[in-house]
């Protein structure tokens, strides 16, 4: 469909009522304890998450978001008693993560100020510890713009690394919505326990209910497993404003996937089941990649960044397998081991899937961007779905269950 089209979606039309009482505010005690709808040939069906690996057909490829949420929320104290919150929310400079990480004297990130009015031009500064040592973290507002203040960060102790600093300093950002601090237990729960790529401000919820446990039953069934990054930023929770989806703005979000990755891809066109929205995104972007390689084989890596309408352009569709082998093509010639990009992709109601055919995802806000998702992949009976959740048991949001989905266009 056109963006002319998809753009007149109505937001009010994705909403539902979600009592306060449903929202998890907390985890189970046992990851895999959770509940887990299932959803195929329009039948609806409840779980116990830990036997997911018998619901997987064999043979079977699941993708996973292996991003770590980082300590992004720094609270400064001025001396007048101001508390003024800087939520770290993508690197500036340097902008990549890694590199931006591993810095020892200076660093820039793109951020949201709390208590903004407190803070005019001057410069911020904390006493930090770490292992006995200690340093002068100071902060800068260097660039502003509507919604985002670019901040310097500088420190007098080059033995800290700005990662080292963030983990000490900073604390997780867990979602606004559950209306509560973050507690130590959040450092664990609030991580996958496949987390290994440090960039995000939330976790990929979906993500949360799996244990090592789980992992096994999926191998002992040869369910095989790829791992793709994308950095969640606090987008996530931007609520949607706008009377109609075309007025409203997308995050910029970093991905980053593998030559293997791709090429597992590549080789299972069917049968293939992400975890979580994040994880769709970033396999559905892969597609606009290849065909943008496909159009110009010598784009500049940085030129491969997705844009929000992308998908709803002019009409000239490609194999989705052939926009995965431009990528391989690319990657090898170019000796790169990784694809490094970004995505503004927007999923609505009218997109054509080009992968998955099954997704796991956990129960998401009214009028959101995710929910509008969920209904792009499997339809209208996304309601009934939401609620057979409500009338069965289920929690919701970030903490909540979740459910497996299989899609309209495979039986869903």
């Given at each position: ?21 449903k ?80 810095q020892?004297e ?115 069934r ?7 990054t ?113 995505t ?45 959740a ?14 497996l ?8």
């Amino acid at each position: 469909m056109k963006k002319a089209d998809v753009g007149k979606i109505k937001i009010a039309d994705y909403t539902y009522s979600l009592p306060d009482e449903k929202i998890a505010r907390y985890p189970l005690e046992k990851r895999d304890s959770s509940k887990l709808l299932l959803y195929k040939n329009r039948q609806l069906s409840a779980v116990n998450f830990s036997a997911i690996a018998k619901e997987i057909p064999e043979n079977s490829l699941m993708v996973f978001n292996n991003t770590r949420v980082i300590h992004a929320r720094l609270i400064f104290e001025k001396i007048t008693g101001a508390a003024i919150e800087v939520f770290c929310l993508s690197p500036r400079a340097p902008s990549d993560y890694l590199l931006n990480f591993q810095q020892r004297e200076s660093c820039s990130w793109v951020c949201m100020i709390g208590n903004a009015k407190r803070w005019k031009n001057d410069v911020l500064q904390m006493q930090v510890e770490i292992n006995g040592e200690t340093t002068l973290l100071s902060a800068k507002k260097t660039a502003k713009s509507e919604t985002d203040t670019v901040v310097e960060f500088s420190w007098d102790n080059p033995n800290f690394t700005f990662s080292e600093l963030l983990e000490v300093a900073g604390t997780l950002p867990i979602p606004p919505y559950l209306n509560r601090a973050s507690e130590a237990a959040d450092d664990s729960t609030y991580q996958t326990v496949y987390s290994a790529v440090e960039g995000s401000v939330a976790a990929p919820t979906a993500g949360l209910h799996f244990t090592p446990e789980v992992m096994e039953s999926l191998r002992e069934r040869g369910i095989k497993t790829a791992n793709v990054t994308l950095h969640v930023g606090a987008g996530t929770f931007k609520p949607v404003k706008s009377e109609t989806i075309d007025e409203h703005d997308m995050h910029t979000e970093f991905i980053s996937v593998s030559r293997e990755t791709v090429q597992a891809l590549y080789e299972n066109e069917k049968d293939l089941i992400v975890v979580g929205t994040t994880s769709m995104r970033t396999v559905e972007s892969l597609y606009y990649v290849g065909k943008k390689i496909l159009q110009n084989p010598q784009i500049p890596q940085e030129e491969l960044l997705v844009s929000q309408w992308e998908p709803y352009g002019e009409e000239n569709e490609v194999s989705p397998q052939l926009a995965l082998k431009a990528i391989i093509d690319y990657l090898g010639r170019n000796n790169s081991e990784q694809l490094i990009t970004a995505t503004r992709i927007i999923i609505v109601p009218g997109y054509q899937f080009h992968y998955p055919q099954g997704m796991i995802t956990n129960f998401h806000q009214p009028q959101s961007t995710l929910l509008l998702l969920i209904a792009a992949f499997i339809g209208a009976d996304w309601k009934r779905i939401y609620d057979y959740a409500l009338q069965s048991g289920f929690r919701f949001l970030s903490y909540g269950d979740s459910s497996l989905l299989w899609a309209k266009a495979t039986g869903g």
